[in-house]
């Protein structure tokens, strides 16, 4: 079941680990926090370091959510938090 965007609340650096961004999607029944590593994102999208994490996510986060639902596809969450990586971006996009 693919994810979609979750409107209540937004993406943020987690507290208790400034490496990680934390947003939320939604199955249609459940709501579901993803981590993704800032480390990952400035690697998959080029930056090299010059934006701040939640401008570098907000940039880019149709696909990072894209990514996301194409992994939520793939795997079990019983708890309902995923965590991404790098082996859940399967290509690089373009730049514009």
Aim: proline share 7%; net charge negative; charged share 25%.
């Amino acid at each position: 079941m693919p994810l979609e965007r979750y409107m209540d609340g937004g993406a943020h650096i987690l507290p208790a680990d400034d490496g990680l961004i934390r947003f939320a999607m939604t199955n249609g029944q459940r709501v579901i926090g993803i981590d993704v590593p800032i480390a990952t994102l400035r690697t998959q999208f080029g930056e090299a370091g010059e934006d701040a994490p939640l401008d570098l996510f907000a940039r880019n986060q149709a696909v990072i959510e894209a990514a996301a639902s194409q992994a939520y596809d793939r795997g079990t969450f019983p708890n309902d938090l995923m965590e991404m990586g790098p082996e859940d971006f399967d290509t690089r996009p373009s730049r514009a």
